[in-house]
Nanobody
Framework: QVQLVESGGGLVQAGGSLRLSCVAS????????MGWFRQAPGKEREFVAA????????PYADSVKGRFTISRDNAKNTVNLQMNSLKPEDTAVYYC???????????????????WGQGTQVTVSS
């Protein structure tokens, strides 16, 4: 059974930092794109960042460029999201995701991913 389990969410003041982690199990994800989406109340799930399986393509949403950094460890089936200079508008449930795409391609739409975690809440106070 495939599982993605996120951790690291919480409450932080504006300008602070959080590090989200996701551990995948049930199969080897080394050939999968892994990434993060987020969903705020009343809004659609939106792309945050993702990384191709070789780490040679790492797109970010414009709203997080320069503040968030995605990383992965294929040997450990993990993907992390370092979030710095957090803003109140970053408040959302953050979801880890994985999708099978070979090569350098990274999908930017939620519908194009195969597996999802249960989500972790990030709240940034002003």
């Amino acid at each position: 059974q495939v599982q993605l389990v996120e951790s690291g969410g919480g409450l932080v003041q504006a300008g602070g930092s959080l590090r989200l982690s996701c551990v995948a199990s049930g199969r080897t994800f080394s050939r999968y794109v892994m990434g993060w989406f987020r969903q705020a109340p009343g809004k659609e799930r939106e792309f945050v960042a993702a990384m191709s399986w070789r780490g040679d393509n790492t797109p970010y949403a414009d709203s997080v460029k320069g503040r968030f950094t995605i990383s992965r460890d294929n040997a450990k089936n993990t993907v992390n999201l370092q979030m710095n200079s957090l803003k109140p508008e970053d408040t959302a449930v953050y979801y880890c995701t994985a999708g099978y795409y070979n090569g350098i391609y990274v999908a930017l739409l939620a519908k194009d991913y195969d597996y999802w975690g249960q989500g972790t809440q990030v709240t940034v106070s002003s």
